[in-house]
């Protein structure tokens, strides 16, 4: 059974920085995809940034400049550094992972999420 496990969460005052890892196992082939979502209270859940297994990335205007999605293909761990961070980030993080499967559709894990607190 694939596990998506995040970690590197926590508090930090506005400006600072952290970095957030998900750490995919279990699975027989590599990821196809990363992504990270996050969801704020009373918010919908949001995508923040995403990789693919070929290391092309995305992200959302409103992290661009700041946040820095990376991957370890040899450790099937995806990474988003946070810089520069504002109370506006303030969320539950998720890490999605989709596998593509031949002749069938994609499947999709999630993490259970790590927090991430801004002070200002």
């Known amino acids: 059974q694939v596990q998506v496990v995040e970690s590197g969460g926590g508090l930090v005052q506005a400006g600072g920085s952290l970095r957030l890892s998900c750490a995919v196992s279990g699975s027989t082939t590599s990821f196809n995809a990363i992504s990270w979502y996050r969801q704020a209270p009373g918010k919908q859940r949001e995508l923040v940034a995403g990789?693919?297994?070929?290391?092309?990335?995305s992200y959302a205007d409103s992290v661009k400049g700041r946040f820095t999605i990376s991957g370890d293909n040899a450790k099937n761990t995806v990474y988003l550094q946070m810089n520069n961070l504002n109370p506006e980030d303030t969320a539950v993080y998720y890490c999605?992972?989709?596998?593509?499967?031949?002749?069938?559709?994609?499947?999709?894990?999630w993490g259970q999420g790590t927090q991430v607190t801004v002070s200002s």
């Open positions: 990789i693919s297994g070929g290391g092309s990335t």
């Open positions: 999605n992972a989709v596998f593509l499967r031949i002749g069938r559709p994609p499947v999709d894990f």
